[in-house]
C-alpha cells in the first residue's frame, strides 16, 4: 500500500467511525484515537516529502570527534554517538562500527559508524554541527557545572547506484594495528587501514573488519562517501549564495544544546524543545529530525 492510500484509508475509516458515533455505534474516545491517527500519518507524509534528493534515499557514515575539554568533551562524544547507534536500531536500521579512538580516560576522542536503511541519510543530513552538552560533571570532584563540545558529520553512504571515479595514483595508504578492550580481542597484525586522498587531502581510517583486505574496501567506500559528499556541499554553497537566508551547515555551526540538569534539550535552529533529554539520549530524536526538515526544506 503507498503512502497516499494509507492516509486516504485513515481519513475514510474516521469518517464512518464518526457515522458510527452520531448513530450511538461508536465512543468519542474512539473517533479521536482514529482522528489523531489520520492527523499524525498526514504529518508524516507531509515530512517524507521533504526527502525528495536523490542522495536522501541512501544510507549514512555519520563521524562524532570530542572538542576541546579533554575527558568531559571525550565522554560527550560517546554519548552522542550511542544516541545515534540507539536511532538507527530504533528505526530497524542496520548499525555498525568503522572507526574509534578512545578517550585517554574515558569516552571517545572521535568515532564513525554505518547507518544502512532506507532514507537513513535524508533523516540524519540535519545533524552536522557542532552539539553541546550542559551538566553537572561526573569528572570534577567539586561537581560542578561543566560545558562540553561535539561536531558531528553527516555523509551519504555511497551505493552502486551512485558512481564516483578514484584514480588508485591518487590514494596513499598505510596499515596499522586495531586499538581494542585488550586480551583476544586485540589484534596481533597490521590489519586497519589508513588512507589519504592527495587531491582532496581526505583521510580516512578503518579498523571495522579483522581482515585487511575487507578494511581496505571499506575505507574505499568511506573515501567515496567523503567525496561524493564534498561535491554536494559545493552544489550547497552555490545555493546560498542566492539563499542566504538559510544556516550553513559548517564546522562551528552549533545547533542542539543539551542541559541535563535543567532536563531540557532545545534545537537551535528550529527552536524545537523537548524536557526528557535521558529519551533524546536513548535515541529518541526522530522529532528534532522532523522539525529540521520541515524547516529548511522547500
Not at 458510527?20 to 489523531?36: L, W
Not at 500519518?41 to 536522501?56: H, Q, V
Not at 560533571?137 to 561535539?150: C, E, H, I, L, Y
Not at 587531502?201 to 559528499?229: D, F, P, T, W
Request: contains cysteine; hydrophobic residues 35%.
Amino acid at each position: 500500500m503507498s503512502k497516499y492510500d494509507e492516509v486516504a484509508t485513515l481519513i475514510d475509516d474516521t469518517e464512518v467511525l464518526y457515522e458510527y458515533y452520531k448513530e450511538g455505534e461508536a465512543t468519542e474516545e474512539e473517533v479521536d484515537e482514529h482522528y489523531s491517527g489520520a492527523i499524525e500519518a498526514i504529518e508524516d507524509a507531509e515530512f517524507r516529502s521533504t526527502l525528495n534528493r536523490p542522495e536522501d534515499e541512501l544510507g549514512v557514515i555519520l563521524e562524532v570527534n570530542a572538542g576541546a575539554g579533554g575527558t568531559e568533551a571525550c565522554d560527550w562524544a560517546a554519548m552522542l554517538l550511542r544516541m545515534y547507534k540507539r536511532y538507527g536500531e530504533r528505526q530497524g536500521f542496520k548499525v555498525s562500527t568503522l572507526n574509534l579512538q578512545d578517550g585517554d580516560v574515558a569516552g571517545i576522542k572521535s568515532g564513525e559508524i554505518e547507518i544502512q536503511g532506507d532514507f537513513a541519510y535524508g533523516m540524519l543530513k540535519g545533524e552536522n554541527g557542532v552539539h553541546r552538552l550542559v551538566r553537572i560533571s561526573p569528572f570534577n570532584a567539586q561537581g560542578k557545572r561543566m560545558t562540553s563540545f561535539a561536531s558531528v558529520f553527516v555523509h551519504p553512504r555511497v551505493d552502486s547506484s551512485i558512481e564516483v571515479e578514484i584514480n588508485p595514483a591518487d590514494l596513499s595508504w598505510d596499515t596499522f594495528r586495531s586499538s581494542g578492550a585488550g586480551g583476544q580481542h586485540v589484534n596481533k597484525t597490521e590489519s586497519a587501514v589508513r588512507v589519504r586522498h592527495l587531491p582532496s587531502g581526505i583521510v580516512v581510517e578503518c579498523q571495522k573488519e579483522r581482515s585487511q583486505h575487507m578494511n581496505r574496501e571499506h575505507a574505499l567506500n568511506m573515501l567515496k562517501s567523503r567525496l561524493y559528499e564534498a561535491e554536494l556541499e559545493k552544489q550547497r554553497a552555490e545555493k546560498d549564495k542566492v539563499e542566504s537566508g538559510k544556516m550553513k551547515n559548517e564546522w562551528g555551526s552549533q545547533i542542539r544544546s543539551y542541559v541535563l540538569d535543567d532536563r531540557w534539550v532545545k534545537d537551535l535552529r528550529t527552536n524545537f524543545k523537548l524536557n526528557n533529554p535521558d529519551k533524546v539520549l536513548d535515541g529518541e530524536i526522530d522529532g528534532f529530525l522532523k522539525a529540521f526538515l520541515m524547516h529548511h526544506e522547500d
